[in-house]
């Protein structure tokens, strides 16, 4: 379940393998707060991500809040947050890309070995850090799993919070910049001194997220495929 009120704000996109042509060829995909026009969040997803013969689903989804990205019973299961606590503004976001070699039939995680040839971009605009080395993104293991009942959803997974294959953010006016070698939960915090490194890629969870039926329905369209049985690889 979620916590009452709570908004969570998605987009879910297709991406076939196989057409890149160059290092700048990216696809863009952005998130607006419904609340607050200052508030957006972008990531720029290398097209060399995907292999030849690979179909993925990019899925983006901000929240100012844990429990309402993932649901309160999720939330429950994160390790406890940096004591410094979210950057003034910041919100919680969650990217996954998952990518299928068998027309859909199963999917896996895309990997940090991919991931650090061809790093995600991901920018969040409506934040203030005015002090750059005070301000880190750390993600939290999850991934992306299926049921046959739910569709397609969001689960914690264990581990802990952690800077990990993220890169050092780029503190701009009102925005924050980096670079993701792991796709997951994760949010910008406030630390100091700047946080050690750790695994950004965890096993799999046992428990349950609210029920992204819509988020479901759009990637069965965009796969043409009722249901997805999952295999998860970290790699």
């Not at 606590?85 to 039939?105: F, N």
Request: glycine share 12%; charged share 15%; proline share 5%.
């Amino acid at each position: 379940a979620q916590e009452a009120g709570a908004t969570r704000t998605t987009a879910v996109a297709r991406m076939d393998g196989g057409l890149a042509k160059n290092a700048d060829d990216k696809m863009f995909v952005s998130i607006q707060d419904g609340l607050d026009p200052l508030q957006r969040i972008t990531v720029e997803v290398p097209r060399a991500l995907l292999r030849q013969g690979e179909t993925g689903i990019l899925i983006l989804q901000g929240a100012r809040t844990l429990n309402a990205l993932v649901g309160v019973s999720e939330a429950a299961r994160a390790a406890a947050i940096p004591s410094g606590g979210l950057a003034r503004g910041a919100r919680y976001v969650h990217v996954s890309l998952i990518a299928s070699d068998d027309g859909g039939q199963t999917f896996f995680d895309i990997g940090t070995d991919r991931l650090t040839q061809h790093p995600v971009r991901l920018t969040m605009s409506g934040v203030i850090a005015p002090v750059a080395d005070r301000v880190s993104f750390f993600a939290h293991p999850s991934f992306v799993d299926s049921d046959p009942a739910t569709g397609l959803m969001v689960r914690v997974a264990s581990g802990a919070w952690s800077s990990a294959n993220i890169g050092r953010p780029t503190v701009g006016a009102n925005s924050l910049t980096t670079e993701l070698r792991t796709l997951s939960v994760m949010a910008p915090f406030n630390v100091s001194p700047p946080p050690a490194g750790g695994t950004g890629c965890g096993g799999r969870g046992a428990g349950t997220w609210a029920d992204l039926l819509a988020m479901a329905a759009v990637a069965a369209a965009l796969l043409g495929a009722g249901r997805v049985r999952r295999m998860r690889a970290c790699r």
